[in-house]
Each structure stands twice: as C-alpha cells, then as structure tokens.
C-alpha cells in the first residue's frame, strides 16, 4: 500500500470531485481525505490523500485524473507511514505553543512545528531591528535575503499576513504584532495557498499572545531568571537544534539567537525599570 498527497485544481461546479474520485476509483484507488486549499475564478485548489494498492499505479491514476475536464494535477507527493490529519496537527501545535514556559522555547516550538504542519523546507522567526534570525530551522536562504524580503513584505499593503499577491508564491509570512516578530516559511516546489496562509497568520497569532503572558508573568517573578535574559538581549547560542521534548519536532538544522531589539524590549515590558532580573 502507497499513500500519496495529490494537489489538483477542479472546476468549482457540482460534481467535479465525484468525477475526479470515479477516475481514482478506476485504478483501484482510495481517496481517504480531501482538504480545499483555495477557491476562486471559479476554480478550487484541492488536496487528496490517496492511497494506492501499488506504487506503479500512480502514473496511471495522475494520467486517469488529468483526463477529467477541467482538472490539472499541480503536485504529488508520497506520505511515509500513516497519514496525519492537518486540523489535528494544527490543534497539537497550538496547545503544544501555549504550553511553553519561555520566550526562547517558545520560538524554537514555533518554526519546528511550523515546518513540520506546513511541510516547509525552512522556517524562521525574524526581528527586522535583530543582525539575524532570532531562531530557525531547515535550509534557510542567505540572512540578507531573508530580512529584505521581510522588509518588503511588510511595506506592501497588498501582501498583510503574506495573503495577498505581493508574496512569491512558495514563501509565506505573518506578523507577531504586538512581539513585533515575524514568522516566514518557504519550500520549493509547491506554492502556499490562501488557506495555508490564514493558517500561519492564526499560528502567529496564538504564538503572539503567549509571548506576551510570558512577558507580563515575568513581572510576578513566575518564570526562570535565564529566560527573560535570553528572550530580550542575551544570545541563545547559534546553530543549536530546536527543542525536541514531548510534542516538539526535532530537527539536525536549526538554530536561535534571543531580539536584540531594544524598542520591542521597552515595549513587551510595559513601561521603564529592570526587567532582566525577572524571568
């Protein structure tokens, strides 16, 4: 048995997806799961989870689908062991986000399951005031590039949250408003879709929030000294791995480095006085 994710794009009219999962039927395929990435123009950008009786059917079954009218294959992959379930996965990383008790680990949580819900080939949280990426991991592009695609991001009105079309298309992005962060993804390939984006804009979001009760906790003398010092001036160390406890994604490329930013420091802290005294 062989399981594939197969991207198509479908006419959005009644019965399109009947036809397209007739002609899986045909090759003795099972469709398991279906996922609607994008609607529009009259068109919908779907993925299939498929599984096949054998791996040499595949070229028949993507020749079978393409012969349904209107239907084009974008991209295929094979899925290695069970099929996971994407809005079970995006519910674990968000508990497993607002279960960290740290600024630091919470970083490092975010683009280690981030890579791994949206099946990127590199991850980054960015402080466009930092020298470098705060933490990371996968083949990341050169810093430059990273941060004068951030910078431009986030000048483009069209391109909030990385939803509009100012974005290349197998990048995405949105903001940590309030930590005044931003998290980027990219993978080559396969473009991210509507759905893809408002999901990492709500991934984001959480992320957001915990980095300020973590922030504001630390004025009740609730967490560690250390942490606070890492997450608000003091490096982390680079190339270290993201944490890979219970719940966490291990990675062999990755890396950290706490903001450097002195503007979002004041700003996360609510007000003068020390504060690096307190996590």
């Known amino acids: 048995m062989a399981t594939y994710v197969v991207r198509v794009w479908v006419p959005d009219r009644p019965g399109a997806l009947g036809a397209v999962a007739s002609r899986i039927g045909a090759v003795r395929g099972d469709l398991v799961g279906v996922e609607i990435l994008e609607r529009g123009a009259g068109r919908a950008i779907d993925e299939l989870v498929v599984e096949l009786p054998r791996a040499d059917l595949l070229d028949l079954m993507i020749s079978e689908v393409n012969e349904v009218d209107g239907v084009d294959v974008e991209d295929v992959r094979?899925?290695?062991?069970?099929?996971?379930?994407?809005?079970?996965?995006a519910l674990e990383t968000a508990a497993y986000l607002v279960e960290r008790h740290d600024p630091a680990d919470l970083l490092k949580a975010l683009v280690a399951h981030a890579a791994r819900d949206f099946e990127s080939d590199?991850?980054?949280?960015?402080?466009?005031?930092?020298?470098?990426?705060?933490?990371?991991?996968g083949a990341m592009p050169p810093e430059a590039w990273v941060f004068a695609f951030v910078?431009?991001?986030k000048a483009s009105l069209v391109g909030r949250e990385g939803v509009g079309g100012a974005s290349p298309s197998d990048v995405a992005w949105a903001?940590?408003?309030?930590?005044?962060?931003v998290v980027?993804?990219?993978?080559?390939?396969?473009?991210?879709?509507?759905r893809e984006r408002r999901q990492l804009s709500a991934l984001s979001r959480i992320?957001?929030?915990?980095?300020?009760?973590?922030?504001?906790?630390?004025?009740s003398g609730s967490v560690a000294p250390s942490s606070l010092a890492q997450a608000l001036g003091h490096p982390a160390g680079s190339g270290s791995a993201p944490a890979t406890g219970e719940g966490a994604v291990p990675s062999s490329k990755g890396g950290s480095r706490a903001p450097?930013?002195?503007s979002r420091a004041r700003m996360l802290r609510g007000g003068a006085g020390p504060v690096l005294n307190r996590f």
Request: charged share 25%.
């Open 78 to 89: 094979e899925i290695p062991g069970v099929p996971v379930d994407p809005r079970l996965d």
């Open 122 to 137: 590199w991850a980054a949280v960015v402080d466009p005031g930092a020298p470098q990426p705060l933490s990371w991991v």
């Open 151 to 153: 910078k431009g991001a």
């Open 175 to 181: 903001d940590m408003s309030v930590a005044s962060l």
């Open 184 to 194: 980027v993804l990219g993978r080559d390939g396969r473009p991210f879709r509507i």
């Open 207 to 219: 992320a957001d929030n915990r980095w300020v009760e973590l922030v504001r906790g630390s004025r």
């Open 260 to 262: 450097t930013s002195l």
